[in-house]
Nanobody, 124 residues
Framework: QVQLVESGGGLVQAGGSLRLSCAASGRTFSNSAMGWFRQAPGKERAFVAAISNSWTGGSTVYAHSLKGRFTISRDNAKNTVYLAMNSLKPEDTAIYYC???????????????WGQGTQVTVSS
């Protein structure tokens, strides 16, 4: 059974930064692609970023609108994936979810395992 636990969310002022963490267990972490998605109030869950498994070099992909402000990374020794978020805007307010998959892609259906989410609130 794969378990994912996100942490690091909270309340931050616009222009601030946060780093989310997602600790994984129950699966060989280094063999897995990891993704971050977010769901804002009243909106559908949307892709944020993904990182491929170590065998494919840990390549990254980002939602176009977020590239440059958000950075995804992984620490295989800690079975943890991170999402560093800078220059945060009120429209970044959402529940952020991490997910485990096989490929670092943008589609939710390719990620069979999900965490419970962590709330990020950006005040203006």
């Amino acid at each position: 059974q794969v378990q994912l636990v996100e942490s690091g969310g909270g309340l931050v002022q616009a222009g601030g930064s946060l780093r989310l963490s997602c600790a994984a267990s129950g699966r060989t972490f280094s063999n897995s692609a990891m993704g971050w998605f977010r769901q804002a109030p009243g909106k559908e869950r949307a892709f944020v970023a993904a990182i491929s498994n170590s065998w494919t070099g840990g390549s990254t992909v980002y939602a176009h609108s977020l590239k440059g402000r958000f950075t995804i990374s992984r620490d295989n020794a800690k079975n943890t994936v991170y999402l560093a978020m800078n220059s945060l805007k009120p429209e970044d307010t959402a529940i952020y979810y991490c997910a485990v998959g096989i490929r670092a892609v943008t589609t939710m259906d390719d990620y069979p395992y999900w965490g419970q989410g962590t709330q990020v609130t950006v005040s203006s």
